[in-house]
């Protein structure tokens, strides 16, 4: 990439000529907006014509290529990213201090990218930026949301969902290209017309008609001249169809469909507007696919050496059916060829255990807004049935097939069209194989495997954390900066006293860098010398936010009410945002802060104990909290969590864990040793035990042991002021319900091992041992590494030798 050799000189002329060209102004008087807006397109400019050699690259070298459908994308910002990527961070930075702007103050006017809920989106965003890395061929396909996830404020305690107009002031990264539209149908019926010849060909009359529009985001690569592509589709009404869609209603339907991102974490309804984005973005590229591929002159039934599709979680299912679609009508492919390839092509990863979050839509939706891939879908189902007559169990067949009970069952479709299904950590795939997706396990034994899930570490360590960099390059050398392994070198300095002097002064200046930005959002001041203990992730029961309360109200009463006084001051930490349905998960929320109220307020505890719920949590705030974090809170109840990836970036920056064995929580145990970590509570097997038996009484334990009993009826008792309903639902969840997800069997360990916790911090030299640790064994959940993976287990793409990433003579 040309771009690396930019000097200091060269960067600020091109930028000061740009800053005129565009808005004729000198730097002095030019805003920050002005500033961004300049070096953002500078940058874009700069790396456009390693995005066309890219692209155009992959075509002439005959290149199989991935893409990866996804819902859902959370890249945050990205200058920074891009800057680093290209080799142009230090020297813009050293540019515009000369200049005298702050560079983080320019980056800070960049709205963050938030199409996406959590986990699953933010996976999507690591996986592209690891894959341009890499040099692999691949690209991401989603929806261009008008609005991203909802914007959450706290007012009284509560929260509330305001919309995020990310777009208001343009988006510098995008390139629409209109010339790449496509046509994607919804509604009418299909009519079966037959030829002459016999055969018969299925016409789609009196369709509503959509266009899709492509905007292009390059996806640059770490240092290597890889630029990929990240396509997201956005909804217009088509120029011929103009007068078709008079009305206003019409219109607004259309608009609509791109318009908001489902906020729903794991409790999807059967919303019409939902299926119908699922099939826009879906029709979209895989049309969008088989057209380029008709440009390369390859016959059709080759397309599997070209082409490999990613389902990401269920909602981009119907790519089966639509690649079917276009196979079967206009390829004019056989059945059995068209199906060969789609299973070929296709592969799938399942995000989550929960059977409520595994999509079903009714066959009366599908089959009014969809009717061609209906039967294309039921095609499929019959054709599955029939094959497995005979051969397996009619009740297995039952349960596995598409359709049943009136409903679509998406999960099914992908595992049936696709050669490859996939978990997201060793627990979570071993599960899908032996009880959540057992059935298709025993059909398709050698369809399942595990990949478990990695970070982008480029933006959770060396953009997030410069000063904990800082201390790795002067200790180990550079070369983790492009080979994560090699953060284990860091091993070598285990017990060095020096070095760990310097991670403790990296990390405070991180608490303190952390501190102030809670003092400028909330107007609280908090100790930069306690413990910073940090749980960041959606609101869900099963995630456990309620246990931490649990633990914090405890430590509230030891002071309070038995005079406890050698407690270790620590700020909780939170950042959560609950779908705006999920009433139970708003409750907490409301408590949680309450309950921060309520220690702030009170001299008596407020030196020890408090708790900081920032508001709007997002990709931007996860990299001020986690290089400051000491403690990371990953309680969900066993079995529950997938893998989780927040717990792989804390403890990249240096904090220790508190975990159940859960998700990657495991993997990360098994890397950093038993004693590098603090585990607690119920294992899988046990939690399965309880449901087998259905011997879990919740009441037993609250009864059981008095500190639980205090801190449970607070919820209802009047201690915590101004919560009404929400602790009642609360108290009722517990105790009226048998707690669903084992909070007071879990309560007691819990506890002792936050003392755990506790004592291993007041040993700083024990404790910086163990950060340091976690930091070296951080290296094995690069998405470097899991993008590679899947690359060679199940996408079968690879990268040509001089497109890997640049073993830089910087960095060596
Ligand atoms: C998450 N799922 C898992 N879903 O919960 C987490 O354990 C895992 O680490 C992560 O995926 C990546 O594999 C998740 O984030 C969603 O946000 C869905 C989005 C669409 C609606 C339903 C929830």
Redesign the pocket.
Same mark, same amino acid.
């Given at each position: 990439m040309g771009v690396t050799t930019m000097n200091k000189t060269a960067f600020k002329k091109k930028f000061l000529d740009l800053l005129t060209e565009k808005f004729a102004i000198s730097v002095e008087d030019a805003s920050l907006f002005e500033i961004y807006t300049t070096l953002g397109t500078l940058i874009r400019s700069s790396y456009a014509k390693d995005w066309r050699h890219t692209w155009s690259n992959y075509d002439h070298e005959q290149q199989k290529q991935v893409y990866y459908f996804s819902?859902?994308f959370l890249p945050g910002r990205m200058m920074k990213s891009n800057l680093l990527n290209m080799g142009w961070l230090d020297t813009v930075q050293a540019a515009l201090a000369d200049l005298g702007i702050q560079l983080d103050d320019v980056v800070a006017q960049e709205p963050d990218m938030a199409l996406g809920? $959590?986990?699953?989106?933010r996976?999507a965003s690591c996986f592209m930026d690891s894959i341009a890395s890499e040099g692999l061929p691949g690209n991401g396909n989603g929806i261009r949301y008008k609005y991203g996830l909802f914007k959450q404020k706290f007012i009284d305690g509560y929260q509330v969902e305001l919309p995020n107009e990310w777009l208001a002031r343009g988006n510098l990264w995008e390139v629409r290209r209109e010339s790449k539209s496509v046509d994607v149908y919804f509604n009418g019926y299909v009519r079966l017309n037959k030829l002459d010849d016999g055969t018969i060909v299925p016409v789609h009359e009196d369709p509503t008609i959509v266009r899709a529009v492509p905007y292009d985001t390059g996806m640059v690569g770490f240092r290597n001249g890889t630029v990929n592509t990240l396509r997201l589709w956005d909804a217009e009404i088509p120029l011929s169809e103009e007068s078709l869609y008079r009305s206003i209603e019409q219109r607004r339907a259309i608009q609509d469909l791109t318009s908001v991102l489902?906020p729903?974490?794991?409790n999807?309804e059967g919303r019409r507007l939902r299926l119908m984005q699922e099939y826009f973005f879906v029709s979209a590229g895989v049309q969008s696919i088989l057209r380029h591929f008709k440009t390369k002159q390859q016959k059709m039934q080759n397309l599997d050496e070209f082409v490999a599709i990613h389902i990401n979680?269920t909602?981009p299912a119907m790519c089966v059916a639509e690649f079917m679609r276009l196979l079967l009508d206009e390829e004019k492919m056989s059945w059995e060829r068209a199906w060969n390839l789609t299973v070929k092509v296709m592969s799938y990863t399942n995000?989550?255990i929960m059977s409520e979050?595994l999509e079903k839509w009714s066959v009366e939706m599908l089959q009014s807004m969809q009717p061609r891939i209906y039967q294309i879908i039921e095609e499929i189902d019959r054709r599955f049935v029939e094959e497995m007559t005979g051969v397996v169990d009619w009740e297995l067949i039952q349960r596995t097939r598409i359709i049943s009970d009136g409903l679509v069952h998406m999960a099914h479709l992908a595992i049936i069209g696709s050669h490859s299904t996939n978990g997201?950590a060793k627990l979570h795939s071993d599960l899908l194989k032996t009880v959540v997706l057992h059935d298709f396990y025993r059909l398709y034994p050698d369809r399942f495997n595990n990949k478990t899930?990695g970070i982008a570490e480029r933006r959770w360590l060396q953009l997030a954390n410069p000063s904990l960099s800082t201390v790795l390059d002067k200790t180990i050398g550079q070369t983790w900066r492009y080979e994560a392994n090699d953060l284990h070198l860091l091993m070598n300095y285990s017990e060095d006293k020096a070095v760990h002097k310097q991670l403790q002064q990296a990390k405070q200046a991180n608490k303190e860098r952390l501190a102030a930005f809670i003092l400028q959002e909330t107007g609280v001041r908090i100790n930069e010398h306690a413990i910073f203990d940090v749980q960041i992730k959606r609101l869900h029961a099963y995630k456990r936010q309620l246990l931490n309360l649990l633990h914090i109200l405890t430590l509230y009463f030891e002071i309070k009410e038995e005079g406890f006084t050698d407690i270790q001051p620590r700020v909780f930490i939170f950042g959560a945002k609950a779908a705006p349905s999920y009433h139970y998960a708003k409750s907490i929320i409301k408590v949680i802060n309450e309950v921060g109220k309520m220690i702030q307020e009170d001299p008596e505890v407020s030196d020890k104990l408090s708790i900081v719920f920032l508001e709007d949590y997002s990709v931007s705030l996860a990299e001020v909290i986690i290089p400051a974090a000491d403690v990371s809170e990953q309680i969900s109840l066993a079995s529950k969590?997938?893998? $989780?990836?927040s717990n792989m970036k804390l403890m990249l920056n240096g904090a220790i864990t508190i975990a159940t064995l859960d $998700?990657a929580n495991i993997e990360i145990r098994d890397a950093v040793g038993d004693e590098n970590i603090v585990i607690f509570g119920l294992t899988e097997s046990q939690v399965y035990d309880y449901y087998e038996q259905a011997n879990y009484h919740a009441y037993s334990y609250y009864e059981a042991l008095p500190k639980l009993k205090r801190v449970v009826d607070s919820f209802v008792d009047g201690t915590i002021a101004n919560i009404y309903q929400e602790g009642k639902e609360i108290f009722d969840s517990l105790l009226t319900y048998n707690d669903e997800f084992f909070v007071l069997r879990d309560y007691e360990a819990y506890v002792n091992a936050q003392k755990e916790i506790e004592k291993a911090y007041q040993n700083q030299e024990r404790w910086l041992k163990m950060s340091l640790i976690n930091v070296a064994n951080a290296g094995r959940f690069s998405a470097d590494y899991t993008v590679m993976k899947y690359a060679e287990d199940i996408w079968q793409i690879e990268a040509k030798p001089k497109s890997r990433k640049a073993k830089d003579e910087k960095y060596v």
């Open positions: 819902i859902e809920n $959590g986990g699953l989106g996976l489902y729903d974490d794991s999807e979680d909602h995000h989550t979050a997201v899930n969590e997938a893998s $989780g990836t $998700g």
